[in-house]
């Protein structure tokens, strides 16, 4: 351990050595990496893809392959009266149709393929509402259903500047217009989360570094982080489809991480100065020490993300992928950017003091203070406090157990978006489903009578069920595929959408195969959707034995205790628990949801738990380990456990809480925007991280190691030996120890 820790030193003093040159180095990436990032950012979709091939998916390419024009993407333009409008309706919808009719297809081959308004009364049946007042213009956009996004801007653009002309309103939904908004709802909040978070971030830093300067480099380090990890995640485009949720993710990680370990090592360096060392000495030490236990952090959060890259769907590997990036981008700074600056600041770091700001750092951060008295408070009664604590716990993490899991869909889209308000009328006058049909796909020959009886057959099953409408039949010229399009009046990422996939593969999908010398497959928008659900819900149980498995590992390696790993493990498992039973009782029961200004939704979405658990398990297992290092060391100094508790909490209290504090009004100002998405995903991990700062730390850490007592220390004589033999005697704890004494 003393030669790693020895390298970390060299390495900022190599930094360090030349600072101008390593600031220039990291300025240049950072300004090169926002060029990158700006030039080839579009290409990050908004939508989510596979990177296997589910049923699905093989009937996205069958049909593609075979029958190209069912493949391109429809949107549904939608055309409705105002209320107040009375008398001549119907001609004047009309008219107005014809209108928008030509102004679509005069936009030209190159955007638009196809653009259907009724013309007869078959037409009329279908795409104009009962009472008339509604009707539908439906615009087959050019290329295929991947490259929608690329066409749809300018049907958007003449919608927008059609709506509320000559008293009829004009609105556009469909999978492509659904992207193109949910980019921009994606960038607006992520603008809208950085106006709050930043500045309350800057006043925490503030208060925690007591001055102005050094409130302000933890800044710098995660601004210079997070363009190198954007550009690596554009980069990883060329690849494979990156999910444009993946910028919200990175910019949020880079600053909670990088604004947390920055704080650490900026701490460390201004006490080694305070200690009368000069500034080569003092960046060499708090890189030996904080340094090394930054590099550790990041090393369990990464350990943590990787478990996200096991599932094939494109937005967990590209949000696991993005998150790494940022997190190594986040390390490789603070060890080399970090010692640069510090030798260009000098004494200047100090700038701009808060006296009182430095006196609540000092007063509570010593094993005297305010940390370490609340620490021996819960230890007077330890069981009480570790059967309060979980059982708080516990009962937050009971509504977990009717959570109900889905994808987003329309209906958690703010009303004023376009998109939302063209869905509306759709599924009130319509049906919710024509933009996104589901196709049954036959493929076989279909010139075989057992074919024709089958296909007439199962349209009279598909009928005869009130769900289903058929709004289309076409079939492949050279005779072996036939595609039946069935609409369902509902949201197609709706638990209703996917039952009705399910029933059709079970249902009707077997009795066809039976009946005829034929392949049966579901497809479709809401086909894809429910393969997701299926795929996440499949690789869930690997994933968590995954990075369960790696975080026991690396506990039970940097403190050699086989009852702390397990006891750090059950109480991530609660704290994590925990903050899906606050999810799912604010966005799923509505608990609260319109007080905080939250959408509450039928499900909550399918991926979200997975990240959450293993961006928490990460983040949690971090705080864990930067306190029970602290705790350890005291505890090889005296060999009282209950004295070493008292002390580790003491001396780690205000800088874990001011690092919490910080990422959570990070993950806050995500909750605040419009999209449900950011909403679950802000809230979940804010009142995840809250809860592992207070009731974790506070009352079950020190209660539990006081329960226990010696035996917290417990290892195997032969485990320690193999431990040993792998590792060595040092512990993979012993930098994080050093970076907590006082």
Same mark, same amino acid.
Request: proline share 3%; charged share 15%; with cysteine.
């Given at each position: 351990?003393?030669?790693?820790?020895?390298?970390?030193?060299?390495?900022?003093?190599?930094?360090?050595?030349?600072?101008?040159?390593?600031?220039?180095?990291?300025? $240049?990436?950072?300004?090169?990496?926002?060029?990158?990032?700006?030039?080839?950012?579009?290409?990050?979709?908004?939508?989510?893809?596979?990177?296997?091939?589910?049923?699905?998916?093989?009937?996205?390419?069958?049909?593609?392959?075979? +029958?190209?024009? =069912?493949?391109?993407?429809?949107?549904?333009?939608?055309?409705?009266?105002?209320?107040?409008?009375?008398?001549?309706?119907?001609?004047?919808?009309?008219?107005?149709?014809?209108?928008?009719?030509?102004? !679509?297809?005069?936009?030209?081959?190159?955007?638009?393929?196809?653009?259907?308004?009724?013309?007869?009364?078959?037409?009329?049946?279908?795409?104009?509402?009962?009472?008339?007042?509604?009707?539908?213009?439906?615009?087959?956009?050019?290329?295929?259903?991947?490259?929608?996004?690329?066409?749809?801007?300018? *049907?958007?653009? +003449?919608?927008?500047?059609?709506?509320?002309?000559?008293?009829?309103?004009?609105?556009?939904?469909?999978?492509?217009?659904?992207?193109?908004?949910?980019? &921009?709802?994606?960038?607006?909040?992520?603008?809208?989360?950085?106006?709050?978070?930043?500045?309350?971030?800057?006043?925490?830093?503030?208060?925690?570094?007591?001055?102005?300067?050094?409130?302000?480099?933890?800044?710098?380090?995660?601004?210079?982080?997070?363009?190198?990890?954007?550009?690596?995640?554009?980069?990883?485009?060329?690849?494979?489809?990156?999910?444009?949720?993946?910028?919200?993710?990175?910019?949020?990680?880079?600053?909670?991480?990088?604004?947390?370990?920055?704080?650490?090592?900026?701490?460390?360096?201004?006490?080694?100065?305070?200690?009368?060392?000069?500034?080569?000495?003092?960046?060499?030490?708090?890189?030996?020490?904080?340094?090394?236990?930054?590099?550790?952090? #990041?090393? =369990?959060?990464?350990?943590?993300?990787?478990?996200?890259?096991?599932?094939?769907?494109?937005?967990?590997?590209?949000?696991?992928?993005?998150?790494?990036?940022?997190?190594? $981008?986040?390390?490789?700074?603070?060890?080399?950017? *970090?010692?640069?600056?510090?030798?260009?600041?000098?004494?200047?770091?100090?700038?701009?003091?808060?006296?009182?700001?430095?006196?609540?750092?000092?007063?509570?951060?010593?094993?005297?203070?305010?940390?370490?008295?609340?620490?021996?408070?819960?230890?007077?009664?330890?069981?009480?406090?570790?059967?309060?604590?979980?059982?708080?716990?516990?009962?937050?993490?009971?509504?977990?157990?009717?959570?109900?899991?889905?994808?987003?869909?329309?209906?958690?889209?703010?009303?004023?978006?376009? $998109?939302?308000?063209?869905?509306?009328?759709?599924?009130?006058?319509?049906?919710?489903?024509?933009?996104?049909?589901?196709?049954?796909?036959?493929?076989?020959?279909?010139?075989?009578?057992?074919?024709?009886?089958?296909?007439?057959?199962?349209?009279?099953?598909?009928?005869?069920?009130?769900?289903?409408?058929?709004?289309?039949?076409?079939?492949?010229?050279?005779?072996?595929?036939?595609?039946?399009?069935?609409?369902?009046? &509902?949201?197609?990422?709706?638990?209703?959408?996917?039952?009705?996939?399910?029933?059709?593969?079970?249902?009707?999908?077997?009795?066809?195969?039976?009946?005829?010398?034929?392949?049966? +497959?579901?497809? #479709?928008?809401?086909?894809?959707?429910?393969?997701?659900?299926?795929?996440?819900?499949?690789?869930?149980?690997?994933?968590?034995?995954?990075?369960?498995?790696?975080?026991?590992?690396?506990?039970?390696?940097?403190?050699?205790?086989?009852?702390?790993?397990?006891?750090? =493990?059950?109480?991530?498992?609660?704290?994590?628990?925990?903050?899906?039973?606050?999810?799912?009782?604010?966005?799923?029961?509505?608990?609260?949801?319109?007080?905080?200004?939250?959408?509450?939704?039928?499900?909550?979405?399918?991926? +979200?738990? *997975? *990240?959450?658990?293993?961006?928490?398990?990460?983040?949690?297992?971090?705080?864990?380990?930067?306190?029970?290092?602290?705790?350890?060391?005291?505890?090889?100094?005296?060999?009282?456990?209950?004295?070493?508790?008292?002390?580790?909490?003491?001396?780690?209290?205000?800088? !874990?809480?001011?690092?919490? $504090? =910080?990422?959570?009004?990070?993950?806050? #100002?995500?909750?605040?925007?419009?999209?449900?998405?950011?909403?679950?995903?802000?809230?979940?991990?804010?009142?995840?991280?809250?809860?592992?700062?207070?009731?974790?730390?506070?009352?079950?850490?020190?209660?539990?190691?006081?329960?226990?007592?010696?035996?917290?220390?417990?290892?195997?004589?032969?485990?320690?030996?193999?431990?040993?033999?792998?590792?060595?005697?040092?512990?993979?704890?012993?930098?994080?120890?050093?970076?907590?004494?006082?």
């Amino acid at each position: 351990m003393t030669h790693r820790l020895a390298s970390a030193a060299r390495l900022a003093g190599l930094s360090a050595q030349r600072p101008r040159l390593m600031v220039a180095i990291w300025l $240049a990436a950072a300004v090169a990496c926002v060029f990158v990032y700006l030039a080839w950012g579009d290409a990050l979709a908004a939508t989510d893809d596979f990177l296997t091939t589910p049923e699905a998916k093989q009937v996205e390419r069958l049909v593609a392959a075979r +029958l190209p024009g =069912i493949a391109a993407d429809t949107e549904v333009v939608v055309v409705s009266a105002a209320a107040e409008q009375a008398g001549g309706v119907r001609k004047a919808l009309m008219r107005r149709i014809d209108e928008l009719s030509e102004s !679509i297809a005069a936009i030209g081959p190159r955007d638009i393929a196809e653009v259907r308004s009724f013309r007869n009364e078959e037409d009329a049946a279908a795409l104009i509402s009962r009472d008339g007042r509604s009707a539908l213009i439906l615009v087959t956009l050019a290329g295929n259903a991947s490259d929608a996004e690329a066409h749809v801007q300018p *049907l958007y653009d +003449l919608v927008r500047e059609a709506d509320g002309h000559d008293g009829f309103s004009v609105a556009v939904t469909g999978s492509a217009t659904w992207g193109l908004e949910l980019r &921009a709802l994606a960038g607006s909040d992520l603008r809208r989360g950085e106006r709050i978070g930043v500045p309350v971030a800057i006043a925490i830093l503030m208060v925690v570094s007591g001055a102005l300067v050094a409130s302000l480099v933890p800044l710098a380090l995660a601004a210079v982080a997070i363009p190198v990890a954007l550009a690596l995640t554009v980069a990883m485009s060329e690849w494979f489809e990156v999910s444009v949720f993946a910028v919200n993710i990175v910019t949020v990680m880079g600053l909670a991480l990088g604004i947390d370990y920055s704080l650490l090592i900026v701490s460390r360096f201004r006490e080694e100065r305070r200690a009368g060392h000069d500034v080569g000495a003092a960046i060499s030490r708090a890189a030996a020490t904080a340094g090394r236990a930054v590099s550790f952090s #990041g090393g =369990i959060v990464v350990l943590a993300l990787t478990g996200m890259l096991i599932v094939p769907y494109s937005i967990l590997t590209s949000l696991g992928a993005g998150a790494i990036f940022v997190v190594a $981008a986040t390390v490789a700074a603070a060890l080399t950017l *970090l010692p640069a600056v510090f030798r260009c600041l000098g004494e200047r770091v100090d700038c701009g003091r808060l006296r009182r700001a430095q006196c609540y750092v000092q007063t509570r951060s010593t094993p005297d203070g305010l940390w370490a008295r609340a620490a021996r408070a819960m230890m007077r009664r330890p069981l009480i406090g570790l059967i309060v604590g979980c059982g708080a716990l516990v009962l937050l993490s009971l509504p977990l157990f009717g959570m109900k899991m889905g994808m987003g869909g329309m209906q958690e889209f703010p009303d004023s978006t376009v $998109a939302k308000q063209a869905f509306t009328i759709l599924r009130r006058d319509f049906s919710a489903g024509l933009g996104s049909p589901i196709l049954l796909t036959v493929e076989g020959d279909l010139s075989d009578p057992r074919t024709k009886a089958l296909l007439k057959r199962a349209d009279d099953l598909v009928t005869a069920d009130d769900r289903f409408s058929v709004i289309g039949y076409e079939a492949a010229p050279a005779g072996d595929l036939a595609v039946v399009e069935l609409a369902v009046n &509902a949201d197609v990422t709706s638990g209703a959408a996917m039952d009705a996939v399910h029933d059709l593969r079970e249902r009707v999908a077997p009795v066809a195969e039976a009946l005829a010398p034929v392949k049966v +497959l579901i497809g #479709g928008s809401p086909a894809l959707y429910a393969d997701a659900i299926d795929m996440i819900s499949t690789f869930t149980p690997w994933v968590i034995g995954v990075v369960l498995g790696l975080s026991f590992m690396l506990l039970l390696v940097a403190f050699r205790s086989l009852v702390i790993a397990v006891q750090a =493990i059950a109480m991530n498992l609660l704290s994590v628990g925990a903050s899906y039973g606050l999810v799912t009782l604010v966005f799923q029961e509505g608990v609260g949801a319109e007080m905080l200004g939250f959408t509450q939704v039928e499900r909550i979405l399918a991926w +979200l738990p *997975l *990240l959450m658990f293993c961006v928490l398990f990460g983040l949690s297992t971090d705080y864990y380990v930067f306190l029970l290092s602290r705790i350890r060391e005291r505890y090889d100094q005296t060999g009282d456990t209950a004295e070493a508790v008292v002390c580790g909490v003491g001396s780690t209290g205000g800088i !874990i809480t001011g690092a919490a $504090a =910080i990422m959570v009004a990070v993950f806050a #100002g995500m909750a605040i925007g419009d999209l449900s998405i950011f909403q679950q995903l802000g809230f979940g991990l804010a009142v995840a991280i809250a809860i592992d700062a207070t009731i974790v730390r506070m009352v079950i850490v020190p209660t539990a190691m006081t329960v226990f007592g010696g035996v917290s220390w417990y290892l195997p004589r032969r485990l320690g030996r193999f431990l040993t033999s792998v590792f060595g005697e040092a512990r993979a704890g012993e930098a994080v120890r050093q970076t907590a004494r006082p």
